[in-house]
């Protein structure tokens, strides 16, 4: 595959926002109108997220929970282990954000499912605060302005800012493209929106981050680009991996036949990643980061794959209701990689779309369809049917 990080432009001359991330996340304020997110993605979207900063954080009213740490990021040291990745700052409150997405998963799992609840754990927070004492929240990064490579091109290419947070707010609220839409299908997107959108999109943001920390020359541990690197492992595997991208990556595995390869390829490319940080290189840090990506298109690869084919399946079998179902769970999962696919062949995404887009019926073909459009194009993402696997 052609570098996907240099594909969306050079890091230095679009990255105006990082710049400015001091010690956490990302970039300045953003403040929201009251009637919303600036998007206007739906009503509630402002709830909690405020003046958030790039680290999608809000001032944190009371005590800080237990579970996170308001210390700035290094300054007690390097957190412990996070499966296998060992971390050279200090990253234990990036990785509670997990806690927050786990939160969010309990309260769909209720029955019914608590959407209430679920908005509140998402756009409050209350697991992970920054270095200022800020909540960050899951809602507050995927509402925050952004110009910087990558972001920009998922911007461009869904036409719109905010979206990240479009998307879960519908699926929270039953609006938009879920106007209508039964509780389990709007379960569907909240979750793989909230768990795989939003998490993997704050993964490449921190790689970002690091290739321009780099090229700027800040290479401090507790700072500089390899603590941008040790955030991008704390969002993908978090305190609580099974509420992470990480858990993804090995189900999938699980129901293609390559087991934990992703995870494995990724952890290594993470640890090179931090290594090529600290020392200032920014060639093997960019290759390091593009294995990264090439491996995320594997899972969202097979995810979309399985999601297609059950939803065929049980369009074939006359099951309308769980057709429709596991149709949004592909949508889902595909949006983390539909614009990247749109890069190598806009005709191969558009197939895709318009099979998982709720707007359209479940097709008995739907599968066959799909997985015609995404081999398609595997040679242009760098991947190959081996690596993705056999539908188990």
């Known amino acids: 595959m052609s570098s996907f990080l240099r594909r969306f432009g050079a890091i230095v001359a679009t990255v105006i926002v990082v710049a400015a991330c001091g010690t956490d996340d990302g970039a300045g304020v953003r403040t929201l109108n009251s009637g919303g997110s600036a998007s206007g993605s739906g009503s509630g979207s402002a709830s909690g997220v405020g003046s958030g900063s790039a680290s999608g954080s809000v001032p944190a009213s009371g005590s800080v929970p237990a579970t996170a740490s308001a210390a700035p ?31 969010v998963n309990a309260a769909l799992d209720a029955a019914p499912a608590d959407f209430e609840a679920a908005a509140a754990a998402y756009r409050e927070g209350g697991a992970s605060v920054d270095s200022e004492g800020r909540v960050r929240t899951l809602a507050g990064f995927a509402t925050e302005e952004r110009d910087e490579a990558i972001w920009n091109d998922y911007a461009d290419y869904f036409g719109d800012p905010a979206w990240l947070d479009t998307f879960v707010t519908s699926a929270l609220e039953g609006s938009g493209e879920f106007e209508g839409a039964a509780d389990d299908v709007r379960r569907q997107g909240v979750a793989k929106g909230v768990q795989n959108q939003v998490l993997v999109a704050w993964v490449l943001h921190e790689l970002v981050a690091a290739r321009d920390k780099v090229a700027a020359g800040e290479t401090d541990p507790a700072e500089g680009a390899p603590h941008n690197v040790d955030e991008a492992w704390a ?90 179902v596991e149709q949004a769970e592909g949508l889902a999962f595909f949006r983390v990689i539909a614009p990247l696919v749109a890069a190598t062949d ?47």
């Open 346 to 392: 806009a005709g191969a995404a558009e197939t895709v779309t318009v099979v998982l887009s709720l707007d359209n019926p479940p097709a008995e073909d739907g599968g066959e369809r799909v997985a015609t459009a995404l081999e398609s194009v595997y040679d242009k993402l760098g991947i190959t049917a081996d690596q993705v696997g056999t539908f188990q």
């Open 235 to 324: 969002f993908y595997h978090g305190a609580q991996p099974d509420c992470a991208p990480f858990a993804t990556a090995a189900k999938r595995g699980e129901d293609f036949g390559t087991g934990s390869t992703v995870n494995d390829a990724i952890l290594a490319a993470m640890t090179d990643a931090q290594r090529a940080a600290g020392e200032g290189d920014a060639e093997a840090l960019a290759v390091a980061s593009d294995e990264v990506v090439r491996q995320l298109v594997v899972t969202y690869v097979q995810a979309t794959r399985k999601y297609a084919t059950t939803a065929a399946q049980a369009a074939a079998d006359g099951d309308a209701e769980g057709a429709r």
């Open 73 to 103: 990021a290094g300054s007690e040291g390097a957190s412990g282990a996070l499966g296998g990745y060992t971390p050279v700052s200090d990253v234990s409150s990036h990785a509670a954000v997990t806690q927050d997405v786990c939160a």
